[in-house]
């Protein structure tokens, strides 16, 4: 039973499992590097525990340095929220060593996943369909594969994620180069510079499947859209995905699911598919074996509380849901509010908050860990806060979500605030179903003072 | 502890029914202030309980010198000024982690004595897990690297300096 439980993250995800862990009555300890010992989250805790200086390889990317603390405190279990060591094997498996509870899923899953090669195997044998591509080790390899993929082609890294040691190739020239700075980054990123080659698919829209798991049965928590990202990162997402045809967000429903069934998957975990409306074809991308930053808008249309359902599973119990348990609805929306100018290039704005003002009221919620006086460390991504409006439909959310951007106010950094305010009025996010090609148009639609360098 | 969320909502049901435009609680654990406004209600709150912070003695990782590691290698304040008449100082522009190579392992961008000209990048400064690549700004040859490799930089802090070439060389 988890009665004690060391948080391996920071920001509002810290926050977020804090505030949960409270009110289920789990006594929650804080692993905080140098730069958050003050932060909200370490004043939110029971207990805060130094695990190491600011940048996070000597701190929140430690396996050693989180699980001494997870043993020093006596902690029950470790929640590794999202990025950092979240979807870390060697973390899992040093938890399962050391007699804590990891709380994701098995080192077998993150293993099976986290090989974006090996997830692929996994998703043809589950019967998911998948765009052409395969590992290369040379560019003469590449160039013969590219032939059978076709141009535009991706380049991306087996270890991959959050964009790095990703390139988009349009033709046979341009090839060998990518290849070896797709290779470099891989190096740098994730110490595995092995790459794969997929088709590209230019208009393509980033709709995700939520899952859950206890090792025995699957059920899905219906769908999400992501495709308004820049360079890979998501800015706003919802739920559900606005405007698939006919049975097509079933069969994503039903292919996330059998793939998770034959892992034998255990906890939360997303299928990401790259969907085509207008050709009814969708194809798997990845598995991410770990709660999502988005995951509040699929709480928003279930009214569950996901964190809650993982601490569950984790803790070796059975589902407690059924899948006709899960019932959807309205629509709910996300904008990320990043620490980041768009007027200047999205240069990032680390220093110190001063004055903070979030929206509260009926269908809005905040997941923030900012108050008054916090630290925006540079050590860390820019989350500063995410604004989550919920509505009977599409337009009810929309109007909720703008009216709530209106009433958030922060000072002392740049934010990227008025950037959301101008994608939601658009008129192609208005209509709903954007690819994941609209965030470049729209930024080119822009006069040129304004975030015109997307 | 804080406020939930709910407990939010519920102070917010009671000032609707009560016609109330502002309210405003602290205590020792938070402070929270409700304001009506034209598109509806807004929120300001702080949680005011100090870090419980517990120290982990018999971990290696807490000897004092590894924790310093990152104070010292914070750029040195430039008082000195006298030393380095006549140099161009290559400033940050942004607060960060500076790093000489582009990867682990690689040789760095820039020794001391390297010609450089006005866009040879000098190294590159991670804030916020996005990569800026410093150009020297001028033409020189490096004299003075001033931070270590993978040393934490405040805005403005120099990074390198460089003696400008002489027009009268060439």
Known sequence: MIRRILIANRGEIAARIIRTCSALGIETVLAASDADVESTPARMADRTVRIGPGPSPMSYLNVDAVVRAAVAVRADAVHPGYGFLSENARLARACVAAGVVFVGPTPKHLDAVGDKLTARSHAVAAGLPRLPGGEVSSAAEAQR??????????????????????????????????????????????????????????????????????????????????????RYQKLVEEAPAPGLPGDLRSRLHTAAVALARRLRYRGLGTVEFLVEPERDAFWFLEMNARIQVEHPVTEALTGLDLVAEQLHVADGHGLRLAQEDVVVSGHAVECRINAEDPAQGWRPSPGVVDQVAFPVGAGVRVDSHIQPGSAVPPFYDSLLAKVIAHGPDRPAALGTMLEALRRTTIDGVATNIEFHVGVLGSPEFQVGGVDTGFLARHLNRLPETVARRG | MSLHPDDVTEILALLDSL??????????????????????????????????????????????????????????????????????????????????????????????????????????????????????????TVQEICVPDAGFVQRDAVLVRIAPLDPGDR
């Open chain 2, 19 to 140: 016609d109330l435009d502002e309210f405003r609680l602290r205590t020792q654990r938070f402070a929270l202030t409700l304001r009506r406004g034209e598109g509806g209600w807004t929120r300001i709150d702080q949680v005011l309980t100090a870090p419980h912070v517990v120290d982990v003695a018999e971990d290696p990782a807490a000897d004092p010198a590894e924790g310093t590691a990152p104070a010292a290698a914070r750029a040195p304040a430039d008082g000195a000024a006298a030393d380095h008449a006549g140099l161009h100082e290559v400033r940050t522009p942004l607060m960060g982690t500076f790093y000489r190579a582009p990867r682990p392992g690689a040789p760095p961008f820039v020794q001391v004595g390297d010609r450089v000209g006005p866009d040879t990048v000098i190294g590159i400064v991670e804030t916020m897990k996005l990569m800026n690549s410093v150009p020297a700004g001028i033409a020189g």
């Open chain 1, 145 to 230: 594969m590219a032939h059978a993929v076709g141009w535009p082609l991706l380049v991306k890294a087996v270890a991959g994620g959050g964009g790095r040691g990703l390139r988009v190739v349009e033709s046979s020239a341009e090839l060998a180069a990518a290849i070896d700075e797709a290779s470099a980054e891989a190096v740098a990123a994730f110490g595995d510079s092995r790459l794969y080659l997929e088709r590209f698919v230019p208009h393509g829209r980033h709709v995700e499947v939520q899952l859950l798991g206890d090792g025995r049965q699957v059920i899905h928590v219906g769908d999400r859209d992501c495709s308004v990202q820049r």
